[in-house]
């Protein structure tokens, strides 16, 4: 008996042995949908930490306009900002700018000019050594220039907490959907091996030992598994590929790119679904001997 190759020891199985072509089903479904789970949150995390750093090397200058003599503090505010360190450079926004700026709230035909709207100056900041928000603001304040400097340190803060957020969710995606394929895997051998006790019965009257019998069905099992996961992540990947290429070229996501581990998550999940459909297999059918014994 253990003179049998492999090929011959697959044929003493029917081909379905313990419903293996839908568990192979079942976990190309799922990891398609780990594919594409994954594929969600990186890309969101992406965004999350691109709005990040943008915010990182961006500030806003405020100069009210109640006063007379905005024009004037305008570009004071500008020649300081342009003599401090860290600061690569400063632009005033003109009023049709901070027009746009304001149509979210005051729509297509607001008129601000009804309005004493402060005066924008949009800054620049070197990312290696950005200047200190409080030491600009009294630079701010001791010319006088009623003046308002904004580092964005609160939208800094929110946008590392949603990319902190979205990373746990992530992870969490992943594990749910993993357990899911897992718990499929085994209720399905499971399930499909009780149909084999005829057959285990018949290999063991026929002088098969329990470690042959056991081979069998967990090669068959990881054969499929692995099958039926290879084929689910080949479909989500080519899914996420096509769909960043198309983002890229339409201008959506600029900043949408596969990861360099992206292959070795993917055969990590081909592998992980391998194993368990095998060690699934394995303790099902030394159950059914146990049982036959």
Partial sequence: MGALTKPRRSALIPPDAGGGWLMAAIVG????????????????????????????????????????????????????????????????????????????????????????????????????????????????????????????????????AAARAVRVTAICMLAAVLAAMLAAIVSSVRGGMGAQRHVIAALRLSGAEDRFVAAIYQRRFLILGGLGALIGVGLGVGVVVAFARAAHLRGLAPGLEIPSWWPFAAAGVVLAAALAAMLAARAAAFAALRRES
């Fill in 29 to 160: 479904a799922l990891a398609f949908v780990a594919c594409l789970s994954l594929a969600a949150a990186v890309g969101a995390s992406r965004a999350a930490d691109l709005w990040s750093d943008g915010l990182a090397t961006a500030a806003t200058v405020r100069v009210s306009a109640l006063d007379e003599g905005a024009d004037s503090r305008v570009q004071t505010a500008l020649r300081l900002l342009g003599e401090t360190p860290g600061v690569q450079r400063a632009r005033a926004l003109t009023r049709e700018e901070v027009a746009d700026l304001l149509k979210p709230w005051f729509g297509e035909g607001g008129d601000i000019d009804i309005l004493p709207a402060p005066r924008v100056i949009e800054v620049t900041l070197d990312p290696s050594s950005p200047p200190d928000p409080g030491v600009m603001q009294a630079r701010l304040d001791g010319a006088q220039l009623q003046a308002t400097y904004d580092g964005h340190d609160v939208w800094r803060g929110r946008a590392a």
